[in-house]
C-alpha cells in the first residue's frame, strides 16, 4: 500500500522559499568555485583566473552578480589604471560552512580513485578538520529525522530559473583544484535537483507529490529522478505493480546531503527573509527554532574561514 507524503504545502507565490532565492544566488558552479577561492585568500581578477581556468567573460559576469548579491565587495588596490579586489562580505563569509559540508559530502561519498587530496586543517586545535553540524541552541548534533518542519508552501519556480546543466558541467571539468566540492555541485549543482531534494528531506518519494509542490514538468522531473537515482542519492523501489509504479526514497548518502541543504536554507533564511521570519523546522530535541553551526569535531569550536588552513596529501582511493 502507497505511504502518503507528508507534510502539507499551500500554494503560494513562486520562488518564496528561502532555499529557492539562495539557490538563484548561490547554485551555481562556477559562482562556488569563485567563492572557494576566496575562502583560499584569492582577491585579484587575475588571480581567480590563473587559479580557476575559466573564461574571462564568465568570471566577469559572476564577479558582479556577486557583488550585485552582497556575496562580495569591491575595493579599489590600483587608481592607475584602476583595478579592484573582490573581499567577502559578512554574507559571503557566511557561505564558508556550506562549502566545507559540500566537501565533507563529496570526501564521503564521491572519491573513487587514488590521487591528490585537499586537507583542511583548524588552526584553533592544529587538527585536520572534520566539520560536525550542530543545533546552535543546545550544541547538539541532528540528523534529518530529528527536525520538525513547520507547514510550507509550494515553491513552483519561474520561467528563469533553469540554468543549463552543461555550464555546470563545464565549471566542472574545468576545476583545478582536487576538492570534492566540484564532485558534490556534480549531483545538485542544478536548481530542480536541489528543490527536488528539498522536498524529499520533508518527506516526497512519489513522482505526483513532486509535481504537485513544485509545479514541475514531467520530463524534467522524471530526468532529475533518474540523474539522482543513478548517482545513488535515491533508491528506486516498486510499490504497485499494476501498474507498475515506482517510490524514490533517500539512500544513506542522500540522508547525508541533506547536511549540505539544510545549511542552504538557513542561509537564506538568514539573508534573505525578511527580519522576523522563523526558521522553516524546529530541533525536536531543544524545541527552539533551528539555526545549524558547524563546528570542528575535535576541538567544538566553531569552525569560521579564517581560521582553517589546508594542505594537499596522498590519497588512498575509495573508501
Not at 23 to 33: A, K, N, Q, S, V
Request: glycine fraction near 6%; charge should be positive; aromatic fraction near 10%.
Amino acid at each position: 500500500m502507497r505511504k502518503a507524503d507528508s507534510p502539507s504545502h499551500a500554494p503560494t507565490q513562486p520562488g518564496s522559499s528561502p532555499l529557492f532565492r539562495a539557490f538563484r544566488i548561490l547554485g551555481d558552479g562556477w559562482t562556488f568555485f569563485i567563492l572557494r577561492e576566496a575562502f583560499f585568500g584569492v582577491r585579484r581578477f587575475e588571480d581567480f583566473l590563473q587559479a580557476l581556468a575559466i573564461p574571462r567573460a564568465r568570471l566577469t559576469e559572476r564577479l558582479s552578480w556577486l557583488v550585485e548579491e552582497g556575496v562580495l565587495r569591491k575595493r579599489p588596490y590600483s587608481d592607475r589604471p584602476v583595478r579592484f579586489e573582490y573581499l567577502l562580505s559578512e554574507r559571503g563569509h557566511d557561505v564558508y560552512s556550506m562549502t566545507l559540508m559540500m566537501k565533507d559530502w563529496g570526501d564521503r561519498w564521491r572519491r573513487s580513485k587514488p590521487r591528490p587530496s585537499l586537507q583542511l586543517i583548524h588552526r584553533s586545535c592544529g587538527k585536520r578538520l572534520h566539520p560536525k553540524l550542530v543545533c546552535s541552541a543546545c550544541a547538539q548534533p541532528f540528523g534529518l529525522d530529528d527536525l520538525e518542519w513547520r507547514p510550507l508552501a509550494t515553491t513552483a519556480p519561474p520561467p528563469q530559473f533553469e540554468v543549463r546543466r552543461q555550464l555546470m558541467t563545464s565549471a566542472f571539468e574545468r576545476d583545478t583544484r582536487n576538492d570534492s566540492v566540484a564532485r558534490t555541485l556534480a549531483v545538485i549543482g542544478d536548481q530542480w535537483t536541489m528543490m527536488i531534494l528539498k522536498e524529499a528531506f520533508q518527506g516526497a518519494e512519489h513522482f505526483e507529490t513532486w509535481q504537485s509542490r513544485l509545479a514541475i514538468a514531467r520530463s524534467t522531473l522524471s530526468s532529475r529522478l533518474k540523474h539522482l537515482t543513478d548517482e545513488a542519492v535515491f533508491e528506486k523501489v516498486l510499490y504497485q505493480t499494476h501498474p507498475p509504479r515506482y517510490a524514490y526514497r533517500l539512500t544513506a548518502a542522500g540522508k547525508d546531503l541533506f547536511r549540505v541543504g539544510i545549511l542552504m536554507l538557513s542561509w537564506g533564511e538568514r539573508w534573505l527573509n525578511a527580519a522576523g521570519t522563523p526558521p522553516s523546522c524546529l530541533h525536536k530535541q531543544c524545541g527552539k527554532p533551528l539555526i545549524p553551526m558547524v563546528i570542528c569535531a575535535c576541538c567544538e569550536a566553531q569552525v569560521f574561514s579564517h581560521d582553517v588552513t589546508f594542505s594537499h596529501k596522498a590519497g588512498r582511493g575509495a573508501k
